[in-house]
């Protein structure tokens, strides 16, 4: 007897032929390729591959290792790759082993110990009520479900500083100067936002007992956004030990699927906006227009609350020496360290000043300096362009291991990334006062 079995391999169908009666255990084996194709995601190498051709062809590209270009996705990314002429080659897994470990109870985590983005908002309400002499909580907007009636979240920013009377103040003129760091504006970038709260638990607790916390706080005030969208998170985290691998923000144009609605927060920036992505549903999709999206316009009203415009409006106007103010958003993954400009290659009038400092940081965290002029519209060049604060990207972590990538353990936070980026976090705070000047 010839059965015909139709077994799925990447959305085609291949008639299988068998040519004698299958077995009970070949035919549980066919309707588990059928009902089952390889949905693993992974990170893939694609040697020769343009970054921006790929991103073109609605790829999700990141930095790879060694340079080349690396995409995320399925075996039928892959196959889709292959389906180009590329020839990809299979890098690492995206999703590392679990471990178990002890947590506080009521404590909302997911993947192994990172924190729900109301669980980091619980947080912050915490942390406030607790250090009332050394920090101020500030709602600065609604993510885009909440401006949809649709739950959401919102945005919240701490200022922490040994509060004098005046300090923390929504004012651009303020007597101490400021260094602003954001994280998780792309959501599945896990570590960035418990990055965040390392740095938050370092300078509240660290008051009075460490010399260095003191003297900064004493001059600084610190200004934190450990979760820029947090309605990226609760997507993330709706997957559990298999985080969905939400980059945008929840305004889902019609028409796509999965994952993969939602604005690039990080291209919707107003400086120099356009030309990023225009694919509605591709991972780095700059919106329908600048600024278009509330986490955008929360965040920069806010930056032009904390910092005066000190830069020129010509693209060749360098910031004065006398500039202050530093920020950091934070990101994953390469281990970079990224200045302005980000919307061209031509180098920024500021670049020699960026460089020196982001090299300060480098010193501690080891990563590499280097500007891309590649994407448009992003947070840095954003508050570089138009306030002349000295701006820079973290891409945190490499490619692969198991503190690689968009999903690393947990323990790795403590095991690698803050303890390689607590003395850059605190470099970028010493340079506030004259970012330029060092
Ligand atoms: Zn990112």
Same mark, same amino acid.
């Given at each position: 007897?010839?059965?015909?079995?139709?077994?799925?391999?990447?959305?085609?169908?291949?008639?299988?032929?068998?040519?004698?009666?299958?077995?009970?255990?070949?035919?549980?084996?066919?309707?588990?390729?059928?009902?089952?194709? +390889?949905?693993?995601?992974?990170?893939?190498?694609?040697?020769?591959?343009?970054?921006?051709?790929?991103?073109?062809?609605?790829?999700?590209?990141?930095?790879?290792?060694?340079?080349?270009? =690396?995409?995320?996705?399925?075996?039928?990314?892959?196959?889709?790759?292959?389906?180009? $002429?590329?020839?990809?080659?299979?890098?690492?897994?995206?999703?590392?082993?679990?471990?178990?470990?002890?947590?506080?109870?009521?404590?909302?985590?997911?993947?192994?110990?990172?924190?729900?983005?109301?669980?980091?908002?619980?947080?912050?309400? #915490?942390?406030?009520?607790?250090?009332?002499?050394?920090?101020?909580?500030?709602?600065?907007? #609604?993510?885009?479900?909440?401006?949809?009636?649709?739950?959401?979240?919102?945005?919240?920013?701490?200022?922490?500083?040994?509060? =004098? *009377?005046? +300090?923390?103040?929504?004012?651009?003129?303020?007597?101490?100067?400021?260094?602003?760091?954001?994280?998780?504006?792309?959501?599945?970038?896990?570590?960035?936002?418990?990055?965040?709260?390392?740095?938050?638990?370092?300078?509240?607790?660290?008051?009075?007992? +460490?010399?260095?916390?003191?003297?900064?706080?004493?001059?600084?005030?610190?200004?934190?956004?450990?979760?820029?969208?947090?309605?990226?998170?609760?997507?993330?985290?709706?997957?559990?030990? =298999?985080?969905?691998?939400?980059?945008?923000?929840?305004?889902?144009?019609?028409?796509?699927?999965?994952?993969?609605?939602?604005?690039?927060?990080?291209?919707?920036?107003?400086?120099?906006?356009?030309?990023?992505?225009?694919?509605?549903?591709?991972?780095?999709?700059?919106?329908?227009?600048?600024?278009?999206?509330?986490?955008? %316009?929360?965040?920069? *009203?806010?930056?032009?609350?904390?910092?005066?415009?000190?830069?020129?409006?010509? #693209?060749?106007?360098?910031?004065?020496?006398?500039?202050?103010?530093?920020?950091?958003?934070?990101?994953?993954?390469?281990?970079?360290?990224?200045?302005?400009? $980000?919307?061209?290659?031509?180098?920024?009038?500021?670049?020699?000043?960026?460089?020196?400092?982001? =090299? %300060?940081?480098?010193?501690?965290?080891?990563?590499?300096?280097?500007?891309?002029?590649?994407?448009?519209?992003?947070?840095?060049?954003?508050?570089?362009?138009?306030?002349?604060?000295?701006?820079?990207?973290?891409?945190?972590?490499?490619?692969?291991?198991?503190?690689?990538?968009?999903?690393?353990?947990?323990?790795?936070?403590?095991?690698?990334?803050?303890?390689?980026?607590?003395?850059?976090?605190?470099?970028?705070?010493?340079?506030?006062?004259?970012?330029?000047?060092?």
């Amino acid at each position: 007897m010839k059965l015909r079995i139709g077994v799925a391999v990447a959305g085609v169908v291949v008639p299988l032929v068998l040519v004698n009666t299958p077995s009970a255990a070949q035919l549980e084996t066919a309707r588990l390729e059928v009902e089952q194709p +390889d949905a693993t995601p992974y990170y893939w190498q694609v040697p020769g591959a343009g970054e921006r051709r790929l991103k073109l062809a609605g790829f999700d590209v990141e930095h790879g290792a060694g340079g080349a270009v =690396q995409v995320v996705g399925d075996q039928s990314v892959a196959d889709r790759l292959a389906g180009l $002429g590329y020839r990809p080659v299979r890098h690492d897994t995206v999703y590392k082993e679990v471990l178990p470990r002890v947590q506080d109870v009521g404590v909302q985590t997911f993947y192994g110990g990172y924190r729900t983005a109301a669980e980091h908002s619980r947080r912050l309400t #915490d942390v406030a009520a607790a250090y009332p002499a050394l920090t101020q909580v500030y709602d600065i907007g #609604d993510s885009w479900r909440k401006t949809q009636g649709q739950g959401g979240h919102d945005i919240r920013a701490v200022c922490i500083t040994r509060k =004098q *009377a005046g +300090d923390c103040a929504l004012s651009p003129n303020s007597a101490k100067p400021r260094f602003a760091l954001i994280a998780q504006l792309h959501a599945r970038e896990l570590a960035t936002g418990e990055l965040a709260w390392r740095w938050i638990d370092h300078l509240t607790r660290g008051y009075g007992s +460490d010399a260095e916390v003191t003297s900064i706080m004493d001059t600084t005030e610190l200004w934190v956004v450990p979760v820029a969208n947090p309605d990226g998170v609760d997507i993330v985290a709706s997957g559990g030990n =298999q985080p969905l691998m939400q980059r945008k923000n929840a305004n889902n144009p019609t028409g796509c699927s999965g994952a993969t609605g939602g604005v690039d927060l990080n291209r919707n920036s107003t400086f120099k906006w356009g030309g990023a992505g225009t694919s509605r549903c591709g991972e780095t999709y700059q919106g329908p227009s600048a600024g278009s999206e509330p986490e955008t %316009k929360a965040l920069e *009203a806010w930056f032009r609350q904390l910092f005066p415009d000190q830069r020129g409006p010509g #693209d060749t106007d360098p910031a004065p020496v006398t500039t202050r103010g530093v920020m950091i958003t934070v990101h994953s993954y390469g281990n970079l360290i990224m200045p302005p400009w $980000g919307w061209t290659w031509n180098a920024n009038p500021n670049a020699a000043g960026l460089r020196a400092l982001g =090299q %300060k940081m480098a010193a501690f965290n080891g990563y590499t300096v280097r500007a891309e002029g590649d994407t448009t519209g992003t947070t840095d060049d954003f508050t570089y362009g138009n306030l002349g604060i000295a701006s820079y990207t973290f891409e945190l972590g490499s490619s692969s291991g198991n503190c690689g990538g968009f999903f690393p353990q947990y323990s790795c936070v403590d095991s690698l990334f803050w303890p390689r980026n607590k003395g850059a976090l605190l470099t970028a705070a010493r340079a506030a006062k004259a970012p330029y000047a060092s």
